[in-house]
């Protein structure tokens, strides 16, 4: 993974254009640029898997337009929620949220058909969107725990400050 720090240099596509995952520090830094480093990310056609570190009160719309992306991890204390259009992003296989403030998912999360692992980490959460619980086989998994409640879906969903980090999370049986 490629790390990249935004407050301390701009992106270098050229550098970048062979990376397949790259990890985004922009803590640091304003909304617009980080707009615009995520807008430069859609030039790198292999670009796979991203982890974002940021501190905004709302994510930019380019995100969905890295419609590459089959990993995405949003780590941001301060984020309430995620972009309505989510489902852009298609071929994305995994999504980890680490959103201390984060109330609830955009019902788009629901179009996500190739997702198979959705890990969140919020004080605030209590469920999934309806559309999206138990899409696959239409059971919860027994596993997928929440702070105050089970909740979650049957591809592997792992919700609250309490899911089990160390381990791939679990899927159910056939």
Do not use: N
Request: charged share 25%; net charge positive; with cysteine.
């Amino acid at each position: 993974m490629h790390i990249v720090d935004l407050a301390k240099t701009d992106l270098d596509l050229v550098a970048l254009r062979d990376v397949h995952a790259i990890e985004l520090l922009a803590a640091d830094v304003d909304a617009e640029t980080l707009a615009a480093a995520l807008t430069e990310l859609r030039a790198l056609r292999g670009l796979r898997s991203l982890r974002l570190y940021s501190r905004v009160r709302a994510l930019p719309v380019a995100l969905t337009e890295l419609v590459g992306l089959q990993a995405l991890s949003i780590i941001d204390p301060v984020l309430p929620g995620l972009p309505a259009q989510l489902d852009r992003l298609g071929r994305l296989r995994g999504l980890r949220l680490e959103l201390f403030h984060l109330a609830s998912l955009p019902r788009s999360i629901a179009g996500l058909r190739r997702l198979r692992t959705l890990c969140i980490d919020s004080h605030h959460l209590c469920g999934l969107p309806e559309g999206s619980r138990g899409a696959r086989t239409g059971r919860t998994h027994p596993r997928a725990t929440s702070r105050k409640r089970r909740t979650g879906a049957a591809w592997g969903a792992s919700v609250g400050p309490t899911a089990d980090r160390t381990s791939p999370t679990p899927r159910p049986p056939p």
